[in-house]
């Protein structure tokens, strides 16, 4: 798929050096792309020179810095909201919920730390810092032992 996208794009930075007065429209019939793609394409090989293969490559998306870790003390509101919910809560707080309320939590506000927004990152905070227990997945059924509730009928006269 690459190699037909480098194809495609070959093509269009060729047209841009023969063709400089063309519309984005006629571009795009002569390559059979759409407007879009050639709107963006064009800005990235208008600066490029012909001999230069490395700008027909799709770019990265990947992040290119690791992000900010959390400091210590949102990190210990996660787990104290997990460990103590509030009065209100009768129950361990979920990741949903500990975003709301650590939001809501003016003495972050007022240092402006960095709060996660996502709830699958408290959730990970939770589970690196052992809140979320995991029970082991046992298969009763393939287990050589029967369930007791088998045990019960096999043992009882027909």
Avoid at 25 to 34: D, E, P, S
Avoid at 86 to 100: C, D, F, N, S, V
Avoid at 124 to 137: A, D, E, F, G, S
Wanted: hydrophobic content about 35%; aromatic content about 8%.
């Amino acid at each position: 798929m690459e190699a037909e996208w480098v194809v495609d794009r070959a093509k269009l930075r060729q047209l841009l050096h023969k063709q400089p007065n063309w519309s984005v429209r006629k571009y795009a019939q002569a390559v059979g792309r759409c407007r879009k793609w050639v709107q963006k394409w064009k800005r990235r090989l208008q600066a490029t020179s012909l001999e230069e293969d490395v700008s027909l490559h799709s770019q990265s998306r990947a992040r290119k810095t690791q992000p900010e870790p959390y400091h210590p003390e949102v990190i210990a509101r996660i787990l104290e909201l997990r460990d103590n919910p509030p009065e209100q809560m009768a129950w361990k707080l979920g990741a949903p919920t500990i975003r709301y309320f650590l939001h809501q939590d003016e003495r972050l506000k007022a240092a402006r730390y960095r709060l996660p927004s996502s709830t699958s990152t408290i959730a990970k905070i939770l589970n690196r810092y052992q809140r979320i227990h995991h029970p082991l997945h046992v298969n009763i059924f393939r287990s050589s032992v029967p369930p007791p509730w088998i045990l019960g009928r096999l043992t009882s006269p027909m």
